[in-house]
């Protein structure tokens, strides 16, 4: 996630796309969901998406906090 709230799969939404969002805390996507900003999230860790390699069109990483 993006920490704000999948705004940035809010974005794509809004300009016709359809996202997935992806996060290791689903918190604050849950509470994005509730209020109708984004439509689909899952608990998935960015360095192993457990989706096919041909699921999605493109991909990106936002603000990635490494330990």
Known sequence: ???GFGSSATYIELNGGK?????????FLELAKENQLISNFQFANAEAL????DHFDFSFCNRVKAK
């Open 1 to 3: 996630g993006d920490g």
């Open 19 to 27: 996202a997935m969002a992806v996060d290791l805390d689903t918190k």
């Open 50 to 53: 457990p989706f096919d390699s």
